[in-house]
T-cell receptor
Framework: GEDVEQSLFLSVREGDSSVINCTYTDSSSTYLYWYKQEPGAGLQLLTY?????DMKQDQRLTVLLNKKDKHLSLRIADTQTGDSAIYFCAETGRGFKTIFGAGTRLFVKA | NAGVMQNPRHLVRRRGQEARLRCSPMKGHSHVYWYRQLPEEGLKFMVY????????ESGMPKERFSAEFPKEGPSILRIQQVVRGDSAAYFCASSPTGAVNTEAFFGQGTRLTVV
C-alpha cells in the first residue's frame, strides 16, 4: 500500500536553514504537500507541488521533488523560533485519499 | 467564506459513552474526509463521504464507528461505547470535488479524551 516516511526530529539554530525530508512509495502520486501543525492546532497547508514539477519556491520555502527516487524535501530559509512545529509530508495519488507521514518535529534554538 | 468548522474543539467522554463529532464543510464543498491523529503520530484516513453517500470507509474501524453526511447539516462522526484507545484528534477536511487534483481544506480538529 501507499506509505510516506519522514524523520521524526530536526533541531536547528535560529537563522540557519532547515531541510525536512520525506520519501513516498506511491508512483501514481499527483500532488505532494507540506502541512504545518503547531501545538494544539489544526493543519495549515504550507505549500504543495504537482508531480510534474521539480521545484517550487514560495518566499522562505523551497520544495524539491525527485520523482525518480520518490523523494520530497522542504527547505526553510532563515529559520525562526516561530517555525517550531510539526511538519507533515503528504501525497495524493490514485483516487482521493491523502496519505500522511508521521510528521517531523522541528525545534528551533534561539 | 468560513473555513471548515469542527465542533466541539475538545470533548471529554467516560469509557462506554458515545462521542459525536461534527464537521461543517466549506461553503460549496460537498466532499468530506475524516482523519484520526493518535498522539505522536500522523493523520490516518478514516472515511470519505459525499452528500448522503459513503464513498470509502476503508480506514474506519469495523465496530463502534460510523459516519454520515446528510443532505442538510454537518457531517457527523459517531463513536459508540468509547474506549481509552479512541483518545485522539479527529480532523475533517472538505473539497469541492472528489477529483484527485483538488486540495482538501482541513478543520482545526476535535480532540477527544476518554477518561
Amino acid at each position: 500500500g501507499e506509505d510516506v516516511e519522514q524523520s521524526l526530529f530536526l533541531s536547528v539554530r535560529e537563522g540557519d536553514s532547515s531541510v525536512i525530508n520525506c520519501t513516498y512509495t506511491d508512483s501514481s502520486s499527483t500532488y505532494l504537500y507540506w502541512y504545518k501543525q503547531e501545538p494544539g492546532a489544526g493543519l495549515q497547508l504550507l505549500t504543495y507541488i504537482f508531480s510534474n514539477m521539480d521545484m517550487k519556491q514560495d518566499q522562505r520555502l523551497t520544495v524539491l521533488l525527485n520523482k525518480k527516487d520518490k523523494h520530497l524535501s522542504l527547505r526553510i530559509a532563515d529559520t525562526q523560533t516561530g517555525d517550531s512545529a510539526i511538519y507533515f509530508c503528504a501525497e495524493t495519488g490514485r483516487g482521493f485519499k491523502t496519505i500522511f507521514g508521521a510528521g517531523t518535529r522541528l525545534f528551533v534554538k534561539a | 467564506n468560513a473555513g471548515v468548522m469542527q465542533n466541539p474543539r475538545h470533548l471529554v467522554r467516560r469509557r462506554g459513552q458515545e462521542a459525536r463529532l461534527r464537521c461543517s464543510p466549506m461553503k460549496g464543498h460537498s466532499h468530506v474526509y475524516w482523519y484520526r491523529q493518535l498522539p505522536e503520530e500522523g493523520l490516518k484516513f478514516m472515511v470519505y463521504l459525499q452528500k448522503e453517500n459513503i464513498i470509502d470507509e476503508s480506514g474506519m474501524p469495523k465496530e463502534r464507528f460510523s459516519a454520515e453526511f446528510p443532505k442538510e447539516g454537518p457531517s457527523i462522526l459517531r463513536i459508540q461505547q468509547v474506549v481509552r484507545g479512541d483518545s485522539a484528534a479527529y480532523f475533517c477536511a472538505s473539497s469541492p470535488t472528489g477529483a484527485v487534483n483538488t486540495e482538501a481544506f482541513f478543520g482545526q480538529g476535535t480532540r477527544l479524551t476518554v477518561v
